[in-house]
C-alpha cells in the first residue's frame, strides 16, 4: 500500500526527492513519516508529518537539509534531500501511522518498501 520510489545514486552536495505512493487507502488523515537503513545498523528516524502538513520532525542529522511535505489531494508523501552526505547512504523506507499526529518515539503502523540512495564522496 505503500511504495517508495526516487532514490539513486547521487555525488555528494546534491539533492533527490523520494516520493511515497499509497494505494489501497487515503492517507491523507495518517501522520506520515520517513526511515532510514544503512548497511549493518538499525533502521533509524528521519522525517515526519502530521496529517495536515503543518507539523513536522526531523533528526538532527538531517534538520535544516531535508525536508517532508505531503500531497493529501494525490495521497502522496515526499523526501526532499538537499546537500547530501556519503552517510545519507541507505535504504530509505516510508512510513503511515493510524493517527494523524506524531511525536517524536510515536509507532508507525503501515511499512512500504524501500528505495536504495547511495551518495558518492
Known amino acids: 500500500q505503500l511504495q517508495a520510489s526516487g532514490g539513486g545514486l547521487v555525488q555528494a552536495g546534491g539533492s533527490l526527492r523520494l516520493s511515497c505512493a499509497a494505494s489501497?487507502?487515503?492517507?491523507?488523515?495518517?501522520?506520515m513519516g520517513w526511515f532510514r537503513q544503512a548497511p549493518g545498523k538499525e533502521r533509524d528516524f528521519v522525517a515526519a508529518?502530521?496529517?495536515?502538513?503543518?507539523?513536522?520532525s526531523y533528526a538532527d542529522s538531517v534538520k535544516g537539509r531535508f525536508t517532508i511535505p505531503r500531497d493529501n489531494a494525490k495521497n502522496m508523501v515526499y523526501l526532499q534531500m538537499n546537500s547530501l552526505k556519503p552517510e545519507d547512504t541507505a535504504v530509505y523506507y516510508c512510513?503511515?501511522?493510524?493517527?494523524?499526529?506524531?511525536?517524536?518515539?510515536?509507532?508507525?503502523?503501515?511499512w512500504g518498501q524501500g528505495t536504495q540512495v547511495t551518495v558518492s564522496s
Open positions: 512510513a503511515a501511522r493510524y493517527l494523524g499526529s506524531y511525536t517524536p518515539g510515536s509507532t508507525f503502523d503501515y
Open positions: 508529518v502530521n496529517w495536515s502538513g503543518r507539523d513536522t
Open positions: 489501497g487507502h487515503t492517507f491523507s488523515s495518517n501522520a
